[in-house]
T-cell receptor, first 112, second 114 residues
């Protein structure tokens, strides 16, 4: 069955460092992958999309990579800030139908 | 005003009761979705609708039904609620014409079935 794995353990880092979150998937050939941010008690908010033919995408302090051979995406936040503390979800397009399958998310905590 | 609204925001009900969760959007999007979120399981797709006359089952549709009353309204019903339907429910919308295919989520409805 299709599976998306994100590190279920919280990632704790110091302010100013780069946070790197991992999303691994199996049994998929997604046309694209998205990353969302979710704060406690709120709905997810879209951050970035990367397509299967793209290796890297950047937006301000955010960078996403996509390796379709390894079936892995990495999400980086550079110069992290306490305000970046949240849960980050990756989501894959199911068979190019715009139906998303979400990972369980990784909670990021940035300490001052 | 919020672009995607959900009512109610919180609901406590008893086993066997019929419950309806409502979602409205002012974004003019053609696509709408219902998800549930459980701790440790992430978001799971219940139903989705790509236009008013299109309704499709998601990963976990058993025990649920939906109605797309208009482009802006998509409601989720639990015909006979059971305790394992206790969860956080999210409605989302998207526009088929956008490049990023991003989904916009409502604030969520926390449902407790006793």
């Amino acid at each position: 069955s299709q599976k998306i794995e994100q590190n279920s353990e919280a990632l704790n880092i110091q302010e100013g460092k780069t946070a790197t979150l991992t999303c691994n998937y199996t049994n998929y050939s997604p046309a694209y992958l998205q990353w969302y941010r979710q704060d406690p008690g709120r709905g997810p908010v879209f951050l970035l999309l990367i397509r299967e033919n793209e290796k890297e995408k950047r937006k301000e302090r955010l960078k996403v990579t996509f390796d379709t051979t390894l079936k892995q995406s990495l999400f980086h936040i550079t110069a992290s800030q306490p305000a970046d503390s949240a849960t980050y979800l990756c989501a894959l397009d199911m068979d190019n139908t715009d139906k998303l399958i979400f990972g369980t998310g990784t909670r990021l905590q940035v300490f001052p | 005003d919020a672009d995607v609204t959900q009512t109610p925001r919180n609901r406590i009900t008893k086993t066997g009761k019929r419950i309806m969760l409502e979602c409205s959007q002012t974004k003019g999007h053609d696509r709408m979705y219902w998800y549930r979120q459980d701790p440790g399981l992430g978001l799971q797709l219940i139903y989705y609708s790509f236009d008013v006359k299109d309704i499709n089952k998601g990963e976990i549709s058993d025990g649920y039904s939906v109605s797309r009353q208009a482009q802006a309204k998509f409601s989720l019903s639990l015909e006979s609620a059971i305790p394992n339907q206790t969860a956080l429910y999210f409605c989302a919308t998207s526009d088929s014409g956008t490049v990023n295919n991003e989904q916009f989520f409502g604030p969520g409805t926390r449902l407790t079935v006793l």
